[in-house]
């Protein structure tokens, strides 16, 4: 009897049981379940855990380490970066295609038969032969050199340079009077010259000339990030930090920092309250700290990013004993960084 109703209980389990009444079936799946209730269960109830909070990251300094922000203060590019002489070449192969692609000028929508604009244009026109004025000679409709718009080598139609005296010379042109008959409208002609007419301000500043490293106005396609010096003969240029105060976060410690290091007159984002990058300094031997009495193993120094919009360094009055900083791009920095203080940032800082 027990062997029939095991083999109809493992029919009853089968998806598709091929020959079994549905009476039966039903009665054996009921006793299934009830026996399953009556099983006394092995899954104990989940019990609570606590997590106690990550102790503050002063606290931890309390047991081996010291705690230091670093800031890594930069200038952003303020122009963009020189072209190389392959990409002054493209640039001025599409301004040359550009023109033989479009329409023509149509003059006489913009001057009037036999106006002196009229005249002035029939005269530009014949020199450079395009309407564009920075291009070189080039007859973009010409049968027979349409096609000849790439450069030549040695040519210097792609330097920035003689296309900004192109320009120079042609809005000059304009205010050039053709005739002495009256020399009081030469005169104004020539003095409206001079007022119109101003040349852009150079890229390479005095400051470059100079060089000027404490200036904010050099290097103007770099990122400058600033370093400071401390007094003695064993002091070496370093980035702003300091130690953390007691319940200070890395953010609130980097403003701080560059406030008692260069002064409160810089318009200063700090980036973030997550590091960019730390170094652990180990000390040869233990020391011990006399107000807690806890041994020292070293310092970790974390980096935060940050930026200046307005300002300049001053170290009058900081609170480090800093004699001299200067405004560095990065190849600059690595010539006068320690090895040892060059290595945890030279992946960090920007090449441009």
């Given at each position: 009897m027990a062997h029939g109703n095991n083999l109809l209980r493992q029919l009853a389990l089968r998806p598709t049981p091929p020959h079994i009444c549905r009476s039966c079936l039903l009665n054996l799946r009921q006793q299934r379940f009830v026996s399953t209730a009556e099983a006394?269960?092995?899954?104990?109830p989940p019990v609570a855990e606590y997590n106690a909070p990550l102790p503050h990251p002063a606290s931890l300094a309390q047991l081996a380490y010291k705690i230091k922000a670093s800031v890594l203060l930069s200038r952003p590019?303020?122009?963009?970066?020189?072209?190389?002489?392959?990409?002054?070449a493209y640039f001025l192969y599409q301004r040359r295609l550009n023109e033989r692609l479009v329409l023509p000028f149509t003059r006489y929508f913009y001057y009037q038969r036999?106006?002196?604009?009229?005249?002035?244009?029939?005269?530009?026109?014949?020199?450079?032969?395009?309407?564009?004025?920075?291009?070189?000679?080039?007859?973009?409709?010409?049968?027979?050199?349409?096609?000849?718009?790439?450069?030549?080598?040695?040519?210097?139609?792609?330097?920035?340079?003689?296309?900004?005296?192109?320009?120079?010379?042609?809005?000059e042109d304009e205010l050039k009077p053709r005739h002495n008959e009256n020399e009081e409208f030469e005169e104004t002609a020539v003095k409206k010259q001079k007022q119109t007419v101003e040349r852009p301000m150079p890229r390479v500043t005095e400051a470059d000339q100079a060089g000027d490293f404490q200036s904010?106005?050099?290097?103007?396609?770099?990122?400058?990030?600033?370093?400071?010096?401390?007094?003695g003969a064993k002091a070496r240029w370093e980035f702003p930090s300091s130690l953390l105060d007691e319940k200070e976060s890395l953010n609130t410690a980097a403003e701080?920092?560059?406030?008692?290091?260069?002064?409160?007159?810089?318009?200063?984002?700090?980036?973030?309250?997550?590091?960019?990058?730390?170094?652990?300094?180990?000390?040869?031997?233990?020391?011990?700290?006399?107000?807690?009495?806890?041994?020292?193993?070293?310092?970790?120094?974390?980096?935060?990013?940050?930026?200046?919009?307005?300002?300049?360094?001053?170290?009058?009055?900081?609170?480090?004993?800093?004699?001299?900083?200067?405004?560095?791009?990065k190849e600059e920095i690595e010539r006068e960084l320690h090895p040892s203080d060059w290595n945890p940032v030279k992946n960090i800082l920007l090449e441009r």
């Amino acid at each position: 009897m027990a062997h029939g109703n095991n083999l109809l209980r493992q029919l009853a389990l089968r998806p598709t049981p091929p020959h079994i009444c549905r009476s039966c079936l039903l009665n054996l799946r009921q006793q299934r379940f009830v026996s399953t209730a009556e099983a006394p269960s092995s899954i104990e109830p989940p019990v609570a855990e606590y997590n106690a909070p990550l102790p503050h990251p002063a606290s931890l300094a309390q047991l081996a380490y010291k705690i230091k922000a670093s800031v890594l203060l930069s200038r952003p590019p303020i122009l963009t970066r020189d072209l190389n002489p392959f990409e002054k070449a493209y640039f001025l192969y599409q301004r040359r295609l550009n023109e033989r692609l479009v329409l023509p000028f149509t003059r006489y929508f913009y001057y009037q038969r036999g106006t002196p604009g009229d005249v002035i244009w029939k005269r530009k026109m014949k020199v450079r032969q395009t309407p564009a004025r920075d291009i070189g000679l080039y007859n973009a409709y010409s049968r027979t050199s349409a096609w000849n718009d790439e450069l030549l080598v040695g040519a210097i139609e792609s330097e920035p340079e003689w296309q900004m005296d192109a320009l120079l010379r042609d809005a000059e042109d304009e205010l050039k009077p053709r005739h002495n008959e009256n020399e009081e409208f030469e005169e104004t002609a020539v003095k409206k010259q001079k007022q119109t007419v101003e040349r852009p301000m150079p890229r390479v500043t005095e400051a470059d000339q100079a060089g000027d490293f404490q200036s904010l106005n050099r290097a103007l396609t770099r990122t400058l990030y600033l370093v400071v010096k401390g007094q003695g003969a064993k002091a070496r240029w370093e980035f702003p930090s300091s130690l953390l105060d007691e319940k200070e976060s890395l953010n609130t410690a980097a403003e701080r920092t560059l406030v008692q290091t260069a002064g409160p007159n810089m318009n200063t984002w700090i980036v973030g309250n997550m590091p960019i990058g730390h170094r652990t300094i180990t000390y040869p031997q233990k020391i011990v700290d006399n107000e807690t009495g806890a041994e020292r193993l070293g310092e970790k120094v974390f980096f935060m990013k940050g930026r200046i919009m307005a300002g300049q360094a001053n170290l009058k009055d900081n609170k480090f004993d800093l004699v001299d900083f200067k405004w560095l791009a990065k190849e600059e920095i690595e010539r006068e960084l320690h090895p040892s203080d060059w290595n945890p940032v030279k992946n960090i800082l920007l090449e441009r």
